[in-house]
């Protein structure tokens, strides 16, 4: 599951600190939180906390891996900041199903928050 929690200035600007939590399946802990102050930009999340399914007593993505013709695996969620949403949501999905290390090495100029499926790998702002 993701949070997200945002406040806005009183002017009601679009400056606003958002604070992200990633929430491991059946652990109910919150590993890492990541912040972000936003000025004009959008911050897309792509995650299974809410699209699943369930199947032989496995939770599934929603997300598809074209490569295998099966969900995703690996990937619990990824939110991506960009000043232009198309772009954001266009990088979001090939984040999730392609994972963290390709994520590292094939952002462009953009912010990823990435949380993977297991607990031993925590949620972190990739650089």
Not at 72 to 79: D, I, K, N
Request: overall charge neutral; charged content about 20%; proline content about 6%.
């Amino acid at each position: 599951m993701l949070r997200m929690e945002a406040s806005a200035d009183a002017m009601g600007s679009s400056f606003n600190l958002l604070k992200i939590d990633g929430l491991y399946p059946d652990s109910g802990h919150l590993p890492q939180s990541g912040e972000a102050i936003l000025r004009d930009q959008s911050l897309p999340t792509s995650g299974t906390s809410e699209n699943f399914f369930t199947a032989e007593g496995k939770t599934w993505s929603h997300l598809m891996d074209p490569r295998r013709g099966f969900p995703s695996q690996g990937t619990l969620s990824v939110s991506v900041i960009s000043p232009r949403t198309l772009d954001s949501e266009a990088w979001a999905k090939p984040y999730f199903i392609n994972g963290r290390q390709w994520t590292a090495a094939h952002k462009p100029h953009q912010r990823v928050f990435y949380c993977d499926d297991k607990a031993e790998q925590r949620c972190a702002w990739l650089q």
